[in-house]
């Protein structure tokens, strides 16, 4: 019928893009599923998962009766995600390709893609959902606070949250499986993807030697004591533990801070170590979901990674693309190049990239307050 409005369904293999694309055919849309491929590479058996994954994809499609498309983005994932996640490396930093890929591949290419076929929509089986607002489309949370992904979503434009669908963003992820497993589609017990974006999990740092070559250095203490000898800045973040290569009596090592100039790394001991901890970041290229930013100071809550639970905390200065804020409780492994993501309550309000932390507790002469230590 004419009024019928079309979904692009964007399907990745998994469980999650397989029952959203079902429930959107149930609810009467016009369904249409839409594979990417973003990366081109075969594993030790020369498989590419991505061959195996979308095959996954036309199980799927035929058994729910609706037409899909395959689409070859390696290119612009490339120029637009994976280069850049690699310069970040080369710095030293620790950057999220995820929250990029969403932003530049998945809601803005392929919607455009999607909408040059023709749809009204582009859906994707992310934990989220949105809710058109007086002024704006408000990106809100999943109802399963274990699976919600507002966080990986915050930077998305306007204009796609307002032209997205998210199907199972008021479903358990349980509830997520049990429809799947009732329906038959042969994803309903397929493990879900971890891992860079579209990459997948692998072994790090010989992932990276491929692209990067990094000069070994020195772990330094707090006080300037070389402890040992790194392999390079990039393959560590802050609050890391495991990895190091450190052992001795004593508490466990951890990765408090880099000093990339000097290609050193400093890690010092004790979970909670007063380096590890700051009440106040510098954060940039904010992206706002309402049309006007609030007056400050102003009290919300965020996350500074993505299975944290939401912190207080006071935006003290803000302006287009730059935020101060200050933690009433200290933080723990505050990182440089992650996002601060704020909320008020389940409306996700946006979010920006950390630039800095700090002065830390340390170097305040503080110790680390015991709300802090059960974080």
Known sequence: MSSQKTVVVGMSGGVDSSVSALLLKEQGYNVIGMFMKNWDETD????????????DVVRVCDQISIPYYSV???KEYWDNVFSHFIEELKQGHTPNPDILCNREIKFKVMLDKALQLGADFLATGHYCRNYLAESHTQLLKGLDPGKDQSYFLYAI???ALHRALFPIGNLQKSEVREIARKHGLSTSEKKDSTGICFIGKRDFKQFLGQYLSFQ???????????????????????GQRKGLGIGGQGDAWFVVGKDVERNVVVIDQGTHHPALYAST??????HWHSPELPKTPFTCRAKIRYRQTDQDCVIEK?????????????????????SIVFYDEHVCLGGAII???GPTLHELGLSVPIQSESF
């Open 72 to 74: 070859n983005f390696v």
């Open 281 to 286: 970041l510098t954060a940039t290229d904010l």
């Open 44 to 55: 030790e058996n020369g498989v590419c998962p991505a061959t195996r994954d979308f095959e």
């Open 355 to 357: 630039e800095r932390a």
């Open 216 to 238: 070994k250095g020195n772990f330094e203490n707090v006080k300037g004591d070389v402890v040992g000898q790194h392999d390079g800045v990039a393959y560590y973040t802050i």
């Open 157 to 159: 434009s306007q204009r």
């Open 318 to 338: 803000m302006s287009e693309g730059r935020v101060e804020v200050r933690f009433p409780i200290p933080q723990r492994a505050i990182t440089p190049r992650q």
